[in-house]
């Protein structure tokens, strides 16, 4: 079912309507028509850049993918809140948050591909990459951010996972820890209804914003479908942090309107009647009924809007096709910062089971011309 509790703060109403509250309006009062509507042009091209990658996964160009449709908003909203020297530790669903942090388009596909063991360099744009390991980047998080509050420096840790993730230990004993010291972190759960095939009712029989308080850390519970809301909370959460004021806990409700990865088939475990349902709520038509009420859309817009989102498409699927192979033997060159006996083993190890396909290639060969 869709939640409307009065406790969860909305700004944008479905219908475009913005929504006035007076404890998170000064987080956005810059939100002019213009800022909105750079937000919308991300929501589009992002959920194009998906729907591209899920089309290369069905085409065999990807070994796998996991669609982001349905929480561009709580991504887009969440990454434009932050300072370049925020850092950001993602699960694997934050494409969105990757490309609004200025991540180069193959390199997000990269290990998708399995072209690369991570995608891009982290320290390049504030942002680890992807976490396959569920929930361990949220203690990632809180010992980056311990660092910074010990260089006594504001930037802030950000971490995202999915409401699956909270029954993790890892992202119990970071709030733990965080809590303790009062480290600039925000812990950022979108809350997209299903962990792979287990609704959120399972797990959560309250809110999942009501553990955090059990921990001392504040929490905010958003829609997580309101790019405004959205970027509020973060602000919010960020400059408390900033202020020594510890970790803050957002959970931003939205939905996974696709599968939880492509090797998922939601049509097996949900109602497809919840799917219409949540349609409604939309993130990207939801603003685009704002912009429209302010007159911002326009067909030149539009039709601007459309062109970017189609060349970065063509961009990833240019780019993810024409990316060359990997050398075999450089799956060693980062296990160890330094090299060690072991390893180097292994390398002259495998380097010489490579080496026997051609001799039996050779073989065969000479065999065939005799």
């Known amino acids: 079912m869709i939640d409307s509790s009065p406790q969860l703060v909305q700004l944008l109403a479905i219908d475009g309507e913005r929504k006035p509250r007076g404890d998170f309006d000064p987080w956005v009062e810059d939100l002019d028509g213009t800022a909105l509507l750079a937000l919308y042009r991300d929501m589009v091209v992002v959920r194009r850049i998906d729907t591209e990658a899920t089309a290369l996964q069905r085409q065999g160009e990807l070994g796998l993918w996991p669609p982001l449709l349905g929480q561009e908003a709580a991504q887009v909203g969440s990454a434009r809140a932050l300072r370049s020297d925020d850092f950001i530790f993602p699960s694997y669903r934050e494409n969105a948050v990757a490309y609004c942090r200025g991540v180069n388009l193959i390199d997000i596909v990269k290990v998708w591909r399995g072209n690369a063991q991570s995608g891009w360099d982290p320290y390049a744009v504030n942002m680890a990459t992807p976490a396959i390991i569920i929930g361990a980047q949220t ?19 950000i971490t995202y996972f999915g409401d699956g993730a909270t029954s993790q230990g890892d992202v119990n004993e970071a709030m733990v820890f965080a ?59 960020l400059d408390r942090a900033r202020t020594g004021g510890g970790p803050t806990f957002i959970e931003a409700v939205t939905y996974r309107m696709g599968p939880h990865t492509t090797a998922d088939d939601p049509t097996r475990y949900r109602d497809p009647a919840e799917l219409a349902e949540w349609k409604t709520r939309d993130p990207v038509l939801r603003l685009h009924r704002l912009l429209n009420s302010l007159g911002q859309i326009t067909p030149e817009v539009e039709a601007a809007t459309a062109a970017l989102a189609d060349a970065a498409a063509a961009e990833l699927r240019a780019g993810c096709i024409g990316m060359p192979d990997p050398e075999p033997l450089s799956v060693f060159d980062h296990v160890y910062a330094t090299s060690n006996a072991t390893l180097e083993r292994q390398r002259t190890d495998y380097a010489g089971y490579l080496r026997s396909f051609a001799t039996e290639h050779d073989s065969a060969e000479q065999n065939r011309k005799a």
């Open 179 to 237: 809590a303790s010291f009062q480290a600039p972190v925000v812990f950022f759960c979108q809350n997209n209804q299903w962990a792979i095939s287990e609704p959120v009712g399972v797990q959560a029989h309250r809110n999942i914003a009501d553990r955090a308080p059990g921990f001392d850390i504040p929490s905010l519970r958003i829609d997580g479908n309101d790019v405004i809301a959205v970027m509020a909370a973060t602000r919010m959460a």
């Open 139 to 157: 203690l990632h998080a809180t010992g980056w951010a311990l660092g910074a509050q010990r260089d006594d420096v504001d930037s802030v840790a």
